[in-house]
């Protein structure tokens, strides 16, 4: 039963498998931070690793200088009230705040700038999961098909797709909202 939040890249680091980047992401450096995180919930006692103690961001800023709203603070906290992957997936039957106009940088579901330019994701490979491909028939829409979609036909598209989190309208508003800048 989904009760209660588990930070996992919190637990990753605990477990070993990387440290926490000034992104906020979980990083290790055979693949950066291109994957998922899976948690096994158990009470049995296991063997287990010593947490990952270094910290290989040393003085890079890129993933501060490279994103778009300014979100990333010191400490390695990300400012939610600036996030465009708050804003797109998160925010619920709200309006994005006018003073983030101009600032999207396109983006209309969730925000890779901080990982696409984080210089450990140069060693991520291309994932073999056919389940991870895009669905074909959303390759060549435009904007306006975008705009136009029917939510009859949006619940078709993105039954099993995470697109599903920020709902019909949500993407809708999005869209509107990039569509503004
Ligand atoms: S996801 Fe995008 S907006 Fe959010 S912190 Fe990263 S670069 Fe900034
Ligand atoms: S871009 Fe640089 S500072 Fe940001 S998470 Fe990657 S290594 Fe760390």
Known sequence: MDSAPVLERTWAQ?????WVGKN????NKQSGSFYFIATLITDLELEYDD?????????????????PTDAILPGKIIDGSRCISYFT?????????DNMKGQFDNWAFGCD????????????????????QPIPA??????????DM??????????????????YEGIQRNLRFIQQD
């Not at 997936?89 to 705040?97: H, V, Y």
């Open 14 to 18: 605990k477990s070993g498998l990387g």
């Open 113 to 132: 700038t901080c990982q696409d330019v984080c210089p450990w994701n140069r060693f991520s490979k291309p994932h073999q999961e056919p389940a991870f």
């Open 89 to 97: 997936i998160e925010l619920k039957e709200m309006l994005i705040p």
């Open 138 to 147: 959303i390759l060549d829409l435009s904007t306006q098909d975008w705009l």
């Open 24 to 27: 906020g992401n979980l990083i």
């Open 150 to 167: 029917t939510a009859e036909s949006f619940k078709q598209l993105f039954r099993d797709s995470p697109l599903k989190r920020a709902k």
């Open 51 to 67: 947490p990952f103690a270094k910290d290989y961001c040393g003085s890079c800023t890129k993933c501060i200088d490279a994103c």
